[in-house]
């Protein structure tokens, strides 16, 4: 079985997220797990006058991956910064090229799920992610979330991210908080369920 988390980070908070939800995967006996990241689309000028381009040289060795690739995986789930309560530019991109693979029903039945960053506690990311489970439903994926098994989800004694939706994390307005343990915990149970339920659904 072949997972696949891939992701768009900025400032690395989901970056971050990424890592935590492929330890979670890994835990699965038999599961190979890849972490691969989606193109730029932002001009150098850009990226370095918002000051992402130092961010970005923690996770620059990371691969970039095509939107070809993903029929080769069993459950691939997607890490995404918000924009305005919706998905970033350079991931919508990359799903945007994915056309020959849903004409061909390439990714129906596998498992799909969506983790995200946003920037304060109600700055989109159930939005984001329900916006990014319409996309995996046309595709035909099994969406996975982050259920109430995981009991992180439900303190409310700090400021934390986490919805059944899927994991998530709260940035800070200029990205000075990264992820408390508890949200790393969310998003290492779910990768960890999300391969589970894969495993099921390859048998």
């Not at 850009?46 to 995986?73: C, M, R």
């Not at 983790?115 to 319409?134: D, K, L, M």
């Not at 046309?138 to 982050?146: K, M, S, T």
Request: charged fraction near 15%; hydrophobic fraction near 35%; proline fraction near 4%.
């Amino acid at each position: 079985m072949k997972t696949l988390v891939l992701f768009y980070s900025t400032y690395g908070h989901v970056y971050k997220l990424a890592e935590a939800v492929a330890e979670g995967a890994r835990q699965v006996s038999g599961n190979d797990v890849v972490v691969k990241r989606v193109p730029e689309t932002l001009p150098q000028a850009i990226l370095d006058q918002i000051g992402a381009t130092e961010a970005q040289k923690a996770f620059e060795h990371i691969p970039v991956a095509s939107p070809n690739e993903l029929d080769q995986y069993d459950a691939i789930i997607f890490g995404t910064p918000t924009r305005y309560g919706n998905v970033c530019g350079q991931m919508q991109s990359f799903m945007d090229a994915t056309g020959a693979l849903w004409a061909q029903g390439k990714l129906v039945g596998k498992a799909g799920g969506v983790f995200v960053s946003t920037a304060t506690q109600h700055g989109g990311q159930e939005t984001t992610i329900r916006s990014f489970h319409t996309e995996l439903l046309h595709h035909g994926f099994v969406i996975v979330g982050l259920p109430y098994a995981w009991q992180g989800q439900t303190g409310h004694e700090t400021v934390t991210g986490g919805t059944p939706y899927g994991a998530s994390t709260v940035a800070g307005g200029q990205g000075e908080r990264q992820p408390s343990e508890n949200e790393l915990e969310g998003a290492r149970f779910q990768g960890r369920h999300t391969a589970e339920i894969a495993s099921k659904l390859s048998k």
